[in-house]
């Protein structure tokens, strides 16, 4: 069999990749064989005993009559979709302000990237001290401006705190996101919009037919790594709220945690970590599937 340069080249490099390839399957396929095999086990803690008993698919089933799973689904479906969609938006828009001559400095990226580069729970501990009914920052402004009256507790009630949840979780991940859709604006050839200006189109219809079309990977990208980042959201609710009140910010993600840590039920709480692994699967997959790019003719 002859093999050609292309061919003789992406075979070397798979032998190159093949042992890393080959230890990050070990180290993240034992961890998802491990929960999956937990999830079909009741696990009993004792004293200072261990018991594991195989009840097959009772965990997955009692999902379908829990209120509380559910709860946590709708809280799940409703934070992903907009915060998606939100960051997706703002961050576009950034980028292209940042792509104008008059936005683009690098003060105006290093002041971007500075809410992405606290880390997580400081980011948490920060918005907590920003919403505090009392000492709060946002409340103490809203007041001198006259905007309120007297200080709101903002995450004392179901609907306000589930969106400062959402609010804050926006404002950590844009600037990744926004960098991320500046790199891919650059890459777009000035040529097309040469060529569309030639044919007349204004601004919005370059936009339409130019940028959005080049930027499809990058934007199925950005979407597919914001999908998982908001199923797998955790430090913010664990700081800011612990799921209340009344459950209305427990996200799929912290109910795991707090069926498995709080009420050591960890058979139950792995068949719940593995709804959420394969919903971002299936996502990923589905969005990769929409948004990755085609050549002519309609192959991928």
């Given at each position: 069999?002859?093999?050609?340069f292309?061919?003789?080249?992406?075979?070397?490099g798979?032998?190159?990749?093949?042992?890393?390839?080959?230890?990050?399957?070990?180290?993240?396929?034992?961890?998802?064989?491990?929960?999956?095999?937990?999830?079909?086990?009741?696990?009993?803690?004792?004293?200072?005993?261990?018991?594991?008993?195989?009840?097959?698919?009772?965990?997955?089933?009692?999902?379908?009559t829990?209120?509380?799973?559910?709860?946590?689904a709708?809280?799940?479906?409703?934070?992903?979709?907009?915060?998606?969609?939100?960051?997706?938006?703002?961050?576009?828009?950034?980028?292209?302000?940042?792509?104008?001559?008059?936005?683009?400095?690098?003060?105006f990226?290093?002041?971007?990237?500075?809410?992405?580069?606290?880390?997580?729970?400081?980011?948490?501990?920060?918005?907590?001290?920003?919403?505090?009914?009392?000492?709060?920052?946002?409340?103490?402004?809203?007041?001198?401006?006259?905007?309120i009256?007297?200080?709101?507790?903002?995450?004392?009630?179901?609907?306000?705190?589930?969106?400062?949840l959402?609010?804050?979780?926006?404002?950590?991940s844009?600037?990744?996101?926004?960098?991320?859709?500046?790199?891919?604006?650059?890459?777009?050839?000035?040529?097309?919009y040469?060529?569309?200006?030639?044919?007349?189109?204004?601004?919005?219809?370059?936009?339409?037919?130019v940028?959005?079309?080049?930027m499809?990977?990058?934007?199925?990208?950005?979407?597919?790594?914001?999908?998982?980042?908001?199923?797998?959201?955790?430090?913010?609710?664990?700081?800011?709220?612990?799921?209340?009140?009344?459950?209305?910010?427990?996200?799929?993600?912290?109910?795991a945690?707090?069926?498995?840590?709080?009420?050591?039920?960890?058979?139950?709480?792995?068949a719940?970590?593995?709804v959420i692994?394969?919903l971002?699967?299936?996502?990923?997959?589905?969005?990769?599937?929409?948004l990755?790019?085609?050549?002519?003719?309609?192959?991928?």
């Amino acid at each position: 069999m002859i093999w050609t340069f292309e061919q003789r080249r992406r075979r070397a490099g798979l032998l190159f990749v093949a042992p890393g390839l080959l230890l990050l399957a070990a180290i993240l396929g034992f961890p998802i064989v491990d929960s999956l095999l937990l999830s079909l086990q009741r696990v009993q803690l004792t004293g200072d005993q261990v018991s594991h008993s195989w009840v097959g698919l009772a965990n997955f089933e009692r999902l379908a009559t829990d209120a509380v799973f559910w709860k946590a689904a709708f809280n799940t479906a409703y934070f992903a979709v907009m915060e998606v969609l939100l960051v997706s938006l703002i961050s576009l828009g950034i980028a292209l302000l940042l792509r104008h001559p008059m936005g683009n400095s690098s003060l105006f990226r290093i002041m971007l990237i500075v809410p992405w580069a606290i880390a997580p729970v400081a980011n948490a501990v920060l918005w907590k001290w920003i919403l505090n009914a009392n000492y709060g920052i946002l409340n103490g402004i809203l007041v001198s401006l006259g905007v309120i009256d007297f200080n709101h507790v903002w995450l004392g009630s179901p609907f306000s705190a589930l969106n400062f949840l959402l609010i804050v979780d926006v404002w950590k991940s844009v600037p990744f996101v926004a960098l991320l859709m500046l790199a891919g604006l650059q890459r777009v050839p000035q040529s097309l919009y040469r060529a569309a200006y030639m044919d007349g189109a204004g601004p919005f219809q370059s936009f339409m037919h130019v940028t959005l079309p080049s930027m499809r990977g990058i934007l199925a990208i950005a979407i597919i790594l914001q999908t998982i980042w908001s199923l797998r959201v955790f430090d913010l609710v664990f700081v800011l709220t612990r799921g209340g009140p009344a459950d209305a910010t427990v996200l799929m993600n912290f109910l795991a945690y707090r069926v498995t840590f709080n009420f050591l039920d960890l058979g139950y709480g792995s068949a719940i970590a593995n709804v959420i692994f394969a919903l971002t699967l299936l996502i990923a997959a589905l969005y990769v599937w929409l948004l990755w790019p085609r050549e002519p003719g309609g192959r991928r």
